[in-house]
């Protein structure tokens, strides 16, 4: 166990939430010291089940419920509930993702939780939210992106799912944000509250910089802040790069450090005047990245330009400036593997060691 107990230390949280988003939010509760119990069904999380290139155990449920211990319960046992109820005399957050009404079936509904446990910060996860026409409605990361207009916003003419449970981890960090807001209420008001994020809250939120609308604008106006072809990723003579040169400075080095000085003229000096002649400067452009390798511009441009060669994400595992987020876990069943630990740090409170997911067992 690590001296560093982190700044969530003496919190302890019962989670029973199932497949991403939900466990997410506990975990990242647990990188910051709380105490985390996942408490799953005996058939266990679905997302134990998933397809996993790794034999022993799932990939994903690994990465997702590092720190937690385990335990199962049937709730629908009432002997079984009763553990539940028991466990809640000493808890601080609990979290599920049950469909709408589930909850109330299982005796662990708000109403009748709050009145018993006043201190209890009862967090629910949901895809639609639990008021309007479509909160009963089963929610998945992938459901959320096609309904909110994200996978639309990526290619309209043949829309695109964003991969890596990016709704997903975003409703959990947002949940896990508002449990810790609300801990800080708690310390003032003695009361716990109910507190709820939906993935589909999260897959709007994701989407700030385009979800404005002014009044008589047509339905199919453009919201995106796209810069045009220069911002985004080439082709190059090996590989491919990333490159963003969007203010003056990035735009007057990129233009020097590829022999396009002739660029740096009035009719290209802004971001909205490069978007509008993309057209004129993105073969050009790839012209000039097809002389090298995407590593090999990288190594040239990017201590003046931001940019990065698309790299697989096996090179996490080895690149020095990610190694620091990593930890070497070991697990009964999986054995030695390294993941990811933490994304934030505390001067002062530090942060526990993280540990692998718990075993299925009661």
Same mark, same amino acid.
């Given at each position: /166990?690590?001296? +560093? ?7 302890? %949280? ?59 319960? +049937? ?89 890596g449970s990016v709704v997903d981890t975003m409703a959990g960090t947002l949940l896990a944000g508002a449990i810790s807001s609300a801990l800080y209420e708690r310390e003032r008001s003695g009361q716990g509250q109910k507190v709820e994020v939906s993935l589909l809250s999260a897959a709007l939120s994701m989407q700030s910089a385009r979800l404005i609308k002014t009044p008589n604008e047509p339905r199919?106006?453009?919201?995106? /802040? ?22 003056? &400075? ?26 509008? &002649?993309?057209?004129?400067? *993105?073969?050009? *452009? ?29 090179? %996490? ?7 620091? &987020?990593?930890?070497?876990?070991? &697990?009964?069943?999986?054995? %030695? ?26």
């Open positions: /166990m690590s001296k +560093n107990k982190g700044p969530l230390s003496g919190i302890k %949280v019962i989670d029973l939430a199932a497949y991403i988003a939900g466990p997410y939010a506990a975990t990242l509760l647990a990188d910051q010291g709380a105490e985390v119990l996942k408490i799953e069904p005996p058939e266990g999380d679905n997302l134990r089940h998933y397809p996993s290139t790794l034999a022993q155990e799932s990939r994903a449920f690994l990465g997702i419920n590092r720190s937690k211990t385990g335990r199962v319960l +049937n709730l629908k046992n009432p002997a079984e509930q009763q553990q539940l109820y028991a466990l809640l005399n000493d808890c601080d957050v609990l979290i599920h993702n049950f469909r709408a009404g589930v909850a109330e079936r299982l005796g662990i509904g708000y109403e009748s939780l709050a009145a018993r446990f006043p201190r209890l910060l009862y967090c629910v996860l949901s895809g639609y939210g639990s008021q309007g026409p479509l909160a009963g409605r089963a929610g998945y990361d992938q459901v959320l992106q096609s309904f909110s207009g994200l996978a639309h916003e990526q290619n309209q003419a043949a829309p695109q799912l964003l991969y199919d106006i453009a919201r995106d /802040m796209r810069s045009g072809g220069i911002t985004g990723i080439h082709p190059c003579l090996e590989g491919h790069l990333y490159l963003s040169a969007n203010t003056a &400075h990035f735009w007057q080095a990129l233009c020097e450090l590829c022999g396009l000085t002739e660029w740096l003229v009035e009719r290209y000096d802004t971001v909205r005047k490069r978007a509008t &002649h993309a057209d004129e400067l *993105l073969p050009k *452009l790839r012209q000039v990245l097809a002389q090298k390798s995407a590593l090999a511009w990288e190594a040239l441009l990017s201590e003046r330009v931001p940019c990065s060669a698309v790299r697989p994400l096996a090179d %996490v595992f080895e690149h020095p400036q990610c190694t620091p &987020h990593l930890h070497t876990f070991t &697990h009964p069943k999986a054995g %030695v593997y390294v993941g990811f630990a933490h994304a934030a740090s505390f001067s002062r409170s530090g942060a526990p060691l993280p540990f692998s997911a718990p075993l299925l067992r009661s």
